[in-house]
């Protein structure tokens, strides 16, 4: 397993996991969504560029924490691609007085998971998407949040 990890310069954001701890949520989302051993890019950016990739992309320019492209096993290189605000997590995990590395551990094992074929449009799906999410969480030493 790949996993190719690129930090934004020079936009003065804390880097609240370490790269080990962002292969692993990697790692393991991909792992319990069927797709171990996926050669996996994460570009880490701010909410202003996450947010003009969501509106060129996917027509909603609302700001995001986490956006995955599957670009097919038969490219060279990395088969998908992640990117993830560390802004974001770092705004979120503030307002709700949580941790920012658990935080941003959720948007990688979001993000890798919606590359195992997961969706959270509909309650249904959304709903075991959570579960798979907290899943995850729980192995890489995440306890569960209490939900608000």
């Given at each position: 397993m790949s996993v190719q990890i690129?930090?934004?310069e020079g936009a003065g954001l804390r880097q609240p996991l370490d790269e080990a701890q962002v292969a692993a949520a990697v790692e393991r989302a991909l792992e319990h969504g069927g797709r171990a051993g996926l050669e996996v890019s994460v570009v880490f950016t701010t909410d202003a560029e996450l947010a003009r990739m969501h509106g060129e992309w996917l027509d909603d320019a609302a700001p995001t924490d986490v956006i995955a492209f599957d670009l097919g096993e038969d490219l060279p290189g990395?088969?998908?691609e992640?990117?993830?605000s560390?802004?974001?997590a770092q705004?979120?995990?503030a307002e709700r007085g949580g941790d920012?590395?658990?935080e941003l551990a959720l948007y990688l094992v979001h993000g890798a998971l919606h590359l195992c074929g997961h969706d959270d449009r509909e309650p249904a799906e959304r709903l075991a998407m959570r579960a798979a999410e907290s899943e995850v969480?729980?192995?890489l030493g995440y306890p569960?949040?209490?939900p608000f």
């Open positions: 690129a930090w934004p990395p088969a998908a992640l990117y993830v560390l802004e974001r705004l979120v995990a920012p590395g658990r969480l729980a192995t569960p949040e209490d």
